[in-house]
């Protein structure tokens, strides 16, 4: 083999139509749909065949094409609104001008392994990353200061081929960033950014490039670079490829080489966000550039604790990363000293006990201010994994807070539905999504034309799969007859279930296929039939997964189901995007309570597709009996199988006896009661489960809040920093002797609603001062759990009655019912972002 160089040259647009060339280069285009249109209409198939990537596409157009689409009145006339409508986006005012014209020069840094923005940058897997993508995008349209942390993978996450047998193939190839929408990101002189990481023996050499997302820029990492050994080149070319080596490789460059470009860049965020722990290295340069500034270890932790924000993912701890001691040794061993403390003290920053290992969830969790998961169930889950670390503290009072995931509406509403919401509930409805009450004008459409209109997504979608199985037949050498019958395959006037996610076992893709022959009866049923269309990709090294996919496919050949069970191959942003805007019921079957949160059923919502969904994840949120449908109960199982074989028998049972009855009950040709339900999940699901609100909520919850902090704890070489740490220091080492004297409580001598119960104690404090704690009663109902709806009184401080002793006084209106009530001490200080930051109490023991 030789070498070469290579050169893109990017063809001379006419005059009229040069800011194509811009518009390609920022994502804007992707969600908006006259902006795609600019491409398509110079030459759909092609823009097909570069799956909508507008950069090749115009390395590869014809002169001619573009000549005449110069030319075209109609077309300039959609150039012209569209060039307007990006100009008004980039320089109009925004949300958080608004509502914090004071907070401008805060910035956001968001660190994730995956962005899913669009299908033209391959560098995601699934749901994380679309989530990073469409939370960029929020941040855009909101105007929130936001920058993003990732890396280029050269491969992408891999194309998904299924072979004749019905195996996934996966091929990864690699990809030419000079045809795709990333720029090389360029210091403030104008030089390019190539910063080094430390890895064992070697420094490698990381180059940054930048992807524009409306207004907001991601910054991508990338060490495929000629001054680095073969080896380093391939660091990043794959996506949860290889194996803890590669993988503790990416983590170190992501989260240490991020911070690192972005100082090169001249880039000072104020919050640091950590999506999902693989990002948490970030907290380890941090730490490293503050202690070389001078400061001593424990004030530089508590400094980058102040400013930073943890999103956590996994419910099962199984799933977060662990690296072991050696690894840890021979990667960052030289940190130690550095960061002046030994392996101990290193390991301790992250370190699972149960696991023995360094936990990077742990070390995001012992480094942030604010830690969220991403649904209330998921956040309940979260705080029943982490209990351990908060012992004595009520479950509800542990400081992990829940975020629910949304999806950015205007990437995954049709164009077709999109005109019926400007038509029928706002012109600028894209303005005010989230807010709830204008979405109630759902109900002004008309029957007749949200059904039209849902049919002609379906029909489109019906094409698109026809389309892919063709492809796949073709490709694999099947005979004519066969996929000349593959144009048949679905029908518009069937009931549709679509089903498309990676091909994980807990999402349990099986779940209708272990009885084939009620299956049968389902899908071939003489007047009311059902089709099915899968779509997935299962994770190379995931036989279950690759099995599960070769199931469906053989299923999919059997002579009852050939054309009603479909399997549509390489699983992405564009085959997500027809399916979910095409079929009539979005089908979600998790393992309860794995699915954190689930994104995809949000999308097919913002598209009047029903939800059929195991009450997982955000759907409990929401669902309300009309919204969708709700398979199995909200209950905890002990036995897989037993919960395989009862949720199975549920969704049998929902599908036969509700969902297929309702949907073919048609009055003059339309399903009323159908499209009712279509509405009531218009009415009720898309302004709540956008970005647009859930960037708001961590806008407002938690970015703001960790800049102003991060600033405070900063300020003055870490002056406050320095004092938090000392306090919580003392107050660790002091805490045992906090201890309860007496109790003595004087009840009125009949309990009647309003009637006081006057309560008086005597702590001791040793050496700790009254106001550095809060003496409080915990006042609630009582139920199987304890106490519950909780109300905290405190108690004032009645005078010192000996040597640090002192007495405390409140009284308790009694409320109606049966209540209990105890009394507790826990930490006071004014700096702490919740009232548990340190995870200390002393619970009155002798009541
Ligand atoms: C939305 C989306 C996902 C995530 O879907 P889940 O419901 O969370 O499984 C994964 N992949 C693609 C391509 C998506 O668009």
Redesign the pocket.
């Known amino acids: 083999m030789y070498s070469y160089r290579t050169v893109s040259v990017i063809p001379e647009l006419p005059e009229a139509i040069h800011r194509l060339k811009e518009l390609a280069r920022n994502l804007w285009f992707s969600w908006h749909p006259k902006a795609e249109l600019l491409f398509c209409r110079v030459d759909a198939v092609l823009w097909e065949e570069v799956n909508h990537n507008p950069v090749k596409f115009l390395l590869y157009v014809e002169g001619e094409k573009l000549q005449r689409a110069a030319g075209d009145p109609e077309y300039l006339e959609v150039y012209r609104q569209v060039m307007w409508d990006l100009d008004r986006y980039m320089q109009g005012r925004t949300w958080y001008q608004e509502v914090y014209p004071e907070q401008t020069d805060q910035l956001v840094a968001y660190f994730s392994a995956e962005f ?1 923005v669009h299908e033209s940058n391959p560098v995601y897997s ?2 994380l990353g ?1 989530l990073a993508g469409d939370h960029c995008k929020s941040a855009s349209d909101l105007g929130v200061p936001f920058v993003g942390v990732g890396i280029l993978y050269k491969q992408g996450y891999f194309c998904q081929r299924v072979n004749r047998e019905g195996w996934q193939e996966a091929r990864y190839s690699f990809m030419d960033f000079n045809e795709m929408t990333v720029t090389p990101a360029s210091q403030p002189d104008g030089g390019s950014v190539i910063i080094t990481v430390r890895l064992p023996g070697r420094d490698v050499y990381v180059k940054v490039w930048q992807l524009q997302v409306g207004r907001v820029v991601i910054y991508f990492l990338d060490t495929d670079l000629t001054q680095n050994s073969r080896e380093d080149q391939l660091l990043t070319s794959k996506l949860y490829g290889g194996d803890q080596d590669t993988r503790i490789c990416q983590e170190i460059i992501l989260g240490i080489g991020g911070v690192k470009a972005l100082r090169k860049l001249g880039i000072s965020p104020t919050a640091w966000h950590i999506n999902e722990g693989h990002a948490a290295f970030i907290v380890l340069e941090r730490i490293r550039e503050l202690v070389e500034g001078g400061l001593p270890l424990s004030t530089a932790r508590e400094a980058v604790r102040a400013s930073t924000i943890f999103t956590t993912h996994t419910p099962v701890p199984a799933g977060h990363d662990v690296f072991n001691t050696e690894m840890m040794d021979r990667y960052l061993g030289y940190l130690y000293e550095q960061i002046k403390t030994d392996r101990d003290g290193f390991m301790a920053l992250g370190w699972d006990q149960g696991r023995q290992g360094f936990n990077m969830t742990k070390l995001a969790l012992n480094h942030a201010a604010f830690t969220n998961g991403v649904s209330q169930l998921h956040g309940e889950v979260t705080k029943k994994m982490f209990a351990h670390l908060y012992p004595a503290i009520p479950l509800e009072e542990i400081p992990i807070y829940s975020v629910t995931n949304g999806v950015h509406t205007e990437t995954w509403v049709a164009p077709e539905m999109r005109d019926l919401f400007e038509k029928y509930i706002d012109p600028d409805w894209v303005d005010n999504i989230s807010e709830p009450h204008r979405w109630k004008r759902v109900y002004n459409i008309p029957d007749g034309e949200l059904w039209e209109t849902h049919q002609n997504l379906k029909g489109r979608m019906i094409k698109f799969v026809q389309n892919n199985i063709y492809r796949r037949m073709d490709r694999n050498f099947q005979p004519l007859e066969l996929i000349r019958e593959c144009a048949g395959y679905l029908s518009k006037n069937v009931l549709t279930i679509g089903f498309a ?2 091909f994980a076992t807990y ?1 349990r893709a099986y779940l209708l296929l272990k009885d084939k022959d009620r299956l049968d009866r389902l899908v071939n049923h003489p007047d009311r039939p059902v089709q099915i269309i899968y779509a997935g990709k299962a994770h190379p090294a995931d036989r279950p997964g690759q099995e599960l996919i070769k199931m469906i496919n053989d299923i999919s050949v059997e002579e009852r189901f050939r054309g009603k069970i479909v399997f549509v191959e390489d ?3 564009n085959v ?1 995007r027809h399916l979910l805007q095409g079929v009539d019921v979005w089908l ?1 079957t998790p393992r309860r309570p794995l699915e954190a949160s ?4 949000q ?1 097919a919502a913002v598209n009047g597709v029903i939800n059929c969904s195991i009450l997982d994840g955000w759907w409990p949120e929401v669902y309300n009996g009309e919204n969708g449908f709700a398979v199995g109960t909200e209950r905890d199982y002990q036995n897989e199988e037993v919960q395989d074989r009862e949720d199975a028998n549920a969704l049998f049972d929902l599908l036969e006896q509700v969902i297929v009855p309702y949907y073919y009950r048609r009055v003059e040709g339309v399903p009323r009661e159908w499209v009712r339900r279509m509405k009531d999940c218009l009415a009720t699901i898309p302004w709540k489960f956008s970005t647009e609100r859930m960037v708001k909520e961590y806008t407002q919850r938690f970015y703001l809040k960790a800049a102003l902090r991060g600033k405070a704890f900063s300020a003055d070489q870490c002056r406050l920093a320095g004092e938090i740490q000392g306090f919580k220091r003392f107050l660790l080492e002091n805490w045992h002797q906090v201890n309860f004297r007496s109790v003595q409580v004087q009840q009125p001598a009949v309990m009647r609603e309003n009637a006081e119960i006057f309560v008086q104690a005597e702590i001791s404090l040793g050496p700790i001062q009254p106001q550095d704690v809060v003496v409080e009663v915990v006042y609630g109902k009582v139920s199987d759990h304890g106490l519950d709806k909780v109300v905290l009184m405190p108690m004032n401080l009645h005078q010192a009655v000996g040597e640090s002793v002192y007495q405390y006084a409140t009284s308790i209106v009694l409320i109606r019912g049966t209540s209990g009530y105890t009394l507790r001490v826990r930490p006071n200080n004014e700096n702490f972002v919740h009232q548990f930051e340190l995870p200390l109490v002393k619970w009155a023991d002798n009541l």
Do not use: E
């Not at 689930?598 to 059923?601: A, E, L, Y």
């Open positions: 899913g699934g749901g679309l996610r990676r999402k699983y992405d942003i997500s979600n689930g994104t995809s059923g999308k």
